[in-house]
């Protein structure tokens, strides 16, 4: 946040993704909260790189975090799977184990979970007063 307020530029926003989060922030909440207006994209991923849910990423904190922000901007999803990339790139990636091979159904399971965390969040954040428009 700190480079973000020496640039000032109107066009500089953070990009935070959840796996790398999982590993380096305390709250997932707090980490959004802090980039408020200047958070422009959200990439999530499981801590293991899998289906969304069955990892530990504390996407509940996540998505009350962004509802509380009033964040309208994208949210992406990534998952890697060493039965579907190159050997390369799951080398390069440390990508080792078969997490998923049904691309479809992956890519399913994971727009429901963040339609539905989301919605949840903006509905609980939207009755407790919190959510910004």
Not at 96 to 121: E, F, M, T, V
Request: proline content about 2%; aromatic content about 10%; glycine content about 10%.
């Amino acid at each position: 946040m700190e480079l973000i307020a020496d640039a000032n530029h109107p066009n500089l926003y953070i990009h935070l993704d959840t796996y790398h989060m999982h590993i380096e922030e305390a709250s997932m909440e707090m980490a959004v909260q802090l980039c408020g207006k200047k958070l422009g994209y959200v990439h999530i991923g499981e801590s293991h790189r899998g289906y969304l849910g069955s990892g530990s990423v504390d996407f509940q904190g996540l998505f009350r975090g962004l509802a509380t922000i009033g964040y309208h901007g994208p949210i992406t999803f990534e998952s890697f799977s060493s039965a579907v990339v190159s050997t390369d790139l799951s080398n390069n990636l440390c990508v080792w184990r078969n997490l998923w091979s049904d691309s479809a159904d992956l890519a399913k399971h994971a727009q429901g979970y963040i339609d539905h965390h989301w919605r949840s969040a903006l509905i609980a954040a939207e009755q407790a007063g919190m959510a910004k428009k």
